[in-house]
């Protein structure tokens, strides 16, 4: 199975800050990477598809990158609504694999 | 408007086997390559992927659950269901089903939307 692990486990930041989550496969996942966001009693929600992907609706204040092992999510200016826990996921094989989840908390 | 809800009991006890349907709307489990997995989250924890099936009736499961999960599809009825066997308290989580998708443009697939999830407690 691909291991996912994501980096920091927790965060804590303001608001209009700059984060950055780090997700890194166990092996080479080309692009087969996605990003959800999931708030407290909330089943997640998709931000980032194939590491870089928008989707529809998502605030544009939110960006992936990366490709092979490694991957970021980035949030160029942090919002109140923004403090959640972000998920990293692989669909490069099966079984499907998350990463632990980063907890973005506020400062 | 594409919709998915999860039902099935929310109290099982030890060694029972939980089954759990979701229903789908807005899509059709017969269009090519249309999916659904179901994902499970333990309080406080991190989410689990469990198992998929496609509508070629493809199937995937968890390695570590493999022997104890089955996923099947009623097209008919627009529903994809989960059993897993032999429950034990450290199944209990909030179990989520989601549609898969992909795009021509893009590689892979991703989980959108999702269930609003249903808790399933286990216990004696």
């Known amino acids: 199975d691909i291991q996912m692990t994501q980096s920091p486990s927790s965060l804590s930041a303001s608001v209009a800050d700059r984060v950055t989550i780090t997700c890194r496969a166990s092996?080479?996942?080309?692009?087969?990477l996605n990003w959800y966001q999931q708030k407290p009693g909330k089943a997640p929600k998709l931000l980032i598809y194939?590491?870089?992907n928008l989707q529809s609706g998502v605030p544009s204040r939110f960006s992936g990158s990366g490709s092979g092992t490694d991957f970021t999510l980035t949030i160029s200016s942090l919002q109140p609504e923004d403090f959640a826990t972000y998920y990293c996921?692989?669909?490069?094989?099966?079984?499907?694999?998350f990463g632990q989840g980063t907890k973005v908390e506020i400062k | 408007q594409v919709t998915l809800k999860e039902s099935g009991p929310v109290l099982v006890k030890p060694t029972e086997t939980l089954t759990l349907t979701c229903t789908v709307s807005?899509?059709?489990?017969?269009?090519?390559?249309?999916?659904v997995s179901w994902i499970r989250q333990p309080p406080g924890k991190a989410l689990e992927w469990l198992a998929h099936?496609?509508?070629?009736?493809?199937?995937s499961y968890s390695t570590s659950l493999k022997s104890r999960l089955t996923i099947t599809k009623d097209t008919s009825k627009s529903q994809v269901v989960l059993t897993m066997t032999n429950m034990d308290p450290v199944d209990t989580a909030t179990y989520y089903c989601?549609?898969?998708?992909?795009?021509?443009?893009?590689?892979?697939?991703?989980?959108?939307?999702w269930g609003q999830g249903t808790l399933v407690t286990v216990s004696s």
């Open positions: 996921q692989q669909s490069y094989s099966t079984p499907w694999t």
């Open positions: 099936i496609f509508s070629n009736d493809e199937k």
């Open positions: 092996q080479s996942i080309s692009n087969y």
């Open positions: 989601a549609r898969i998708s992909s795009s021509s443009w893009s590689v892979g697939d991703w989980f959108d939307p």
């Open positions: 807005g899509f059709s489990l017969n269009n090519a390559r249309m999916g």
């Open positions: 194939a590491a870089s």
